[in-house]
């Protein structure tokens, strides 16, 4: 009996597993098997690789059972699925909706007026199976599943929630019918294998503007300015969201097994419209600091390739470039911190705010160059570091802004001719010299070196020499 209900992540080792395989071009054929054993007490999966007919097992359970007997059937299981005729697990015709409960709460149910129509499933069916990711591979069929499939402005539109096996990711796939067939036409990643179908608010976009298709949790959804979205079979109408700004989006979720209270405000902020493909443009925003923080910014130029969200690109585990969603885009957790005012070649006092938020990878950091009229200006991403270094846009020439955790034990050191126009605990903003800067943080057990070159390419070399190694040319401004 196919089982859909584990809430669980594949772990780092897993994902780092997945990316090597991949990146040496091994055909894997996977096939999975989930078997409950018991009525309650454990599950199995057994995953295949076809070339080299070797093959894993774990048990996900809740209470232990015997070991022997999760033994025997792994085994039984393994044995059987690796003779020679193995069965191709792929469905006819993808799933309508998706088997994720709630206690007896279905999330995501089959809906759409064009659910119950075989030759529209199929033809789906048919789409999603010919897609291909940016990286070549294919939707599992029989792991993802149609949320939506009917007739909306005039136009047939279907939404998938997509599984990729090996990429470690969930793909939201928007589709619209040419003719006599559907086409993919738009398709937005997420690194959470699992998040689609276990989230409750998911971005649509068509010719009109957005909407949102929500799960059978959602009692009511609010736009930005805090108006009802009216919902119909789950997809909501218009909400007002711009092409290029951040907007708050507010679901309030029924009482149910995991939420016995309920949820008033589940908040969420939407990137725009006009956020490129692949991208996955609906952020979670807990505590509503994200709204606050990108309000008055052009999240287009967040998103662009040299934006703090797109700027750290992701690669392969032989450091090849790799198409789709950027190692840099958020996932939530964004917020925003002042790091005070600078002034620059005589005009007046800008703001620098610290932007942060939490990736697949780590949390990251940019900062936000405010002029008090014109158009604002951000460094690249900063993966944590303990001095983080960020080259900064600004007339009549580019910042370079220092920040760190001041401490008693810690000195800063920037080279010899260096102006600071700010210097205070914890932050040092100073003009961008010509050619590569280097600058180091020492304490008594490691010292930070990173530099600025001509692009603002960052670079953390941590010198376990302590304080004075690899500091050649460098002037300590002062214990911070």
């Known amino acids: 009996m196919p089982i859909d209900r584990i809430r669980r992540r594949p772990s780092p080792g897993q994902s780092r597993e997945w990316a090597e395989q991949r990146s040496q071009s ?36 809740r209470h232990r059972p015997a070991a022997g007997a999760v033994l025997a059937l792994a085994l039984a299981l393994a044995l059987g699925t690796v ?21 007896g709460l279905e999330i995501w149910p089959a809906r759409g007026r064009l659910m119950d129509d075989p030759q529209s499933t199929a033809r789906v069916t048919a789409a999603v199976s010919a897609w291909r990711t940016p990286t070549g591979d294919r939707a599992h069929l029989a792991s993802s599943g149609i949320l939506w499939l009917g007739q909306t402005e005039g136009a047939s539109l279907a939404l998938v929630a997509a599984t990729v096996p090996g990429g470690n990711a969930s793909w939201l796939l928007q589709l619209s019918e040419q003719g ?28 009109s503007g957005r909407r949102y298709l929500t799960s059978a949790r959602v009692e009511q959804l609010r736009g930005p300015k805090g108006d009802e979205l009216p919902l119909d079979d789950g997809l909501s109408a218009r909400a007002d969201v711009a092409d290029c700004r951040a907007a708050p989006v507010t679901a309030t979720l029924r009482r149910t097994e995991s939420l016995p209270r309920g949820k008033r405000t589940d908040r969420m902020v939407d990137l725009g419209t006009a956020v490129a493909d692949l991208r996955y443009a609906l952020i979670r925003d807990e505590s509503g600091s994200g709204a606050r923080a990108l309000d008055g910014l052009n999240t287009c130029r967040l998103a662009e390739r040299t934006g703090p969200f797109s700027s750290i690109p992701r690669r392969d585990a032989n450091g090849d470039m790799i ?8 996932l939530d957790q964004i917020s925003a911190r002042s790091l005070g005012e600078v002034t620059v070649g005589g005009n007046p006092p800008a703001r620098l705010d610290q932007l942060q938020w939490r990736t697949d990878a780590g949390n990251m950091s940019a900062v936000v160059y405010r002029p008090p009229s014109g158009t604002p200006g951000f460094s690249r991403a900063d993966r944590a570091n303990a001095l983080q270094r960020y080259v900064v846009p600004a007339k009549p020439q580019p910042l370079v ?21 700010v210097e205070q605990p914890g932050v040092v903003v100073l003009p961008k010299a010509p050619g590569k800067q280097s600058y180091s943080l020492s304490s008594p057990h490691r010292t930070h070196h990173r530099t600025a070159a001509a692009r603002g390419v960052t670079a953390d070399r941590p010198d376990r020499a302590g304080p004075g190694g690899g500091g050649a040319a460098l002037r300590d401004i002062a214990p911070r």
């Open 323 to 330: 198409d789709g969603m950027p190692m840099s885009w958020p």
């Open 83 to 103: 003779g020679c005729d193995a069965i191709d697990p792929s469905p006819a015709t993808l799933r309508a909706g998706f088997d994720t409960h709630d206690g």
């Open 180 to 207: 006599s067939r559907f086409e993919v036409a738009r398709a937005a990643e997420h690194p959470d294998p699992g998040y689609l179908v276990y989230s409750d608010v998911l971005p649509v976009y068509l010719s």
């Open 401 to 421: 802004v220092l920040v760190w955790q001041p401490g008693p034990d810690t000195s800063l050191s920037l080279p010899p001719r260096a102006a600071p126009l």
């Open 26 to 61: 091994v055909k894997i054929i996977e096939k999975r098997s989930t078997y409950r054993v018991g009525a309650r007490n454990a599950f199995l999966v057994v995953s295949l690789r076809g070339d080299r007919g070797d093959t894993q097992m774990r048990s996900i359970h």
